[in-house]
């Protein structure tokens, strides 16, 4: 048998160390081996998300690019009463009027045009673009361990009381009808009754949360105390002129947050609800402001970046809402009723921490809130009193990377808000510095 020649030999040596760099950088990158038993980390993403599909001004291929080209893990695009499959095309005109650009001409220089599908012609004004589904998107942009696109609808629609209410439904298997109750609390009771059956039907694992309670003053916080099967909801949404601060009247979304916690407490016996933020984006030409991408987001730890880890870790509470503010860990140790936080440095920022809940002999006889005339108004009931224990109360405020705060055995609950010095990166008017809130803990 013949050998090989010296040069060949060379050839053969060189192409194998050329094989082994390769193969170590694709393990290195996580495209190799599968880690047996990852340990858990944390990982960052959106859940309200908007394109052409319903009321954004981008195409869903490029709003899911941006989101994956700035750091996020996994993204939800969670179109009005809708999931992104079947054919859908939109005029280009209508497509460029709504975005305020040649959103159409910014489409094909990205990808070309062998990806964008056009009928028509721009020259006669009768062409249309057809949008990409979910399916054509994810092939496009998802990576094994980087990024993970999850299917979700925004369930909208309107109660009988006339009332607007708003749902994310998150890793959907089949597009579901929005079901009106004659009340808020019965619509919100109906539309997670339906999801829970298709979540049984499909085999899915799918999360329901409520979305910007204050959006045209549409949720009260005995409302969201009510259905006690609902836990999970917006506490922060990145839209801004939605009302999350609230205003003479209506209570800001936090405020909402802690009195419907100390309600399901005491008066339902039920667990309290956790809190999300969400981008809510539906501008993404950088010619808008009220509803652009990168304002707010939730960072799950698990140990897995699949749909089915992240909703468990979500239902467990392993998670936190932000916009902007990272933390290493948030611990709360049983044994010792402590809980514990650790916040990652920023160039020159400063954080203070402020431990809040509501202590036991809270009076919970809520007042009607009234406007400048003493009319009652039609909101979440005012439950301040002159003296004893109140809703939402600071237990401690305390600066540095490091705070921790030990229960001293009447809270009902403690939860964690983080305020930094700096600005967020995409500013808000409604938000002015970066915020970062952890779940209720110690009710149990």
């Known amino acids: 048998m013949l050998k090989p020649s010296l040069s060949l030999r060379r050839r053969w040596r060189l192409w194998f160390a050329v094989a082994a760099i390769m193969l170590s950088a694709a393990v290195a990158a996580g495209l190799g081996q599968i880690a047996k038993d990852p340990e858990p980390r944390w990982w960052k993403g959106n859940l309200h998300t908007h394109t052409l599909w319903s009321d954004g001004d981008n195409f869903p291929d490029l709003v899911a ?70 399916d054509e998107v994810r092939s496009l942009v998802e990576e094994r361990g980087r990024f993970l696109m999850i299917p979700a609808e925004e369930l909208t629609g309107t109660a009988g009381d006339g009332r607007s209410l708003h749902m994310n439904a998150s890793n ?126 939730v960072m799950v730890r698990s140990r897995y970046l699949h749909a089915g880890a992240l909703i468990q870790a979500i239902r467990r509470g392993d998670f936190y809402a932000t916009t902007g503010i990272t933390l290493a860990d948030v611990t709360f140790d049983r044994t010792a009723r402590t809980l514990s936080l650790q916040i990652e440095p920023q160039a020159g920022a400063e954080f203070v921490t402020r431990f809040m809940g509501t202590r036991k002999g809270v009076a919970l006889e809520g007042k009607p809130r009234r406007d400048a005339q003493g009319q009652p108004v039609e909101t979440t009931l005012d439950y301040r009193t002159a003296s004893g224990p109140q809703i939402g109360e600071v237990f401690a405020e305390v600066k540095g990377r490091t705070p921790s705060y030990t229960l001293r055995g009447d809270e009902l609950y403690v939860r964690a808000v983080v305020t930094s010095t700096l600005k967020p990166v995409v500013e808000s008017s409604e938000l002015p510095l970066q915020r970062a809130w952890t779940q209720p803990v110690g009710w149990q």
Not at 102 to 107: E, L, T, W
Not at 116 to 123: C, E, F, I, K
């Open 172 to 297: 959907l298997a089949e597009q579901l009808v929005f079901q009106a109750g004659s009340t808020m609390r019965e619509s919100i009771l109906r539309n997670l009754q339906m999801v829970d059956q298709s979540a049984k039907r499909t085999g899915r694992d799918v999360l329901l949360h409520v979305n910007h309670p204050n959006y045209k003053w549409g949720l009260t916080a005995e409302d969201l105390a009510g259905v006690v099967d609902e836990r999970f909801f917006e506490v922060w949404n990145g839209v801004d002129n939605d009302n999350d601060p609230g205003d003479a009247t209506h209570p800001d979304t936090e405020t909402i947050w802690d009195i419907a916690n100390t309600l399901r407490i005491v008066r339902y016996h039920a667990a309290p609800l956790y809190g999300l933020a969400t981008d809510d984006s539906h501008d993404h030409h950088d010619n808008k402001t009220r509803a652009v991408p990168g304002r707010a987001w």
């Open 65 to 134: 690019e941006w989101y994956r080209d700035h750091g996020y893990h996994f993204l939800a695009l969670s179109d009005h009463n809708l999931l992104s499959q079947g054919e859908l095309w939109m005029s280009a005109k209508a497509v460029n009027r709504r975005a305020g650009v040649d959103a159409v001409a910014k489409y094909r220089q990205r990808f070309g045009a062998r990806w964008v599908d056009a009928r028509g012609s721009a020259a006669e004004g009768n062409e249309e673009i057809r949008l990409k589904t979910l």
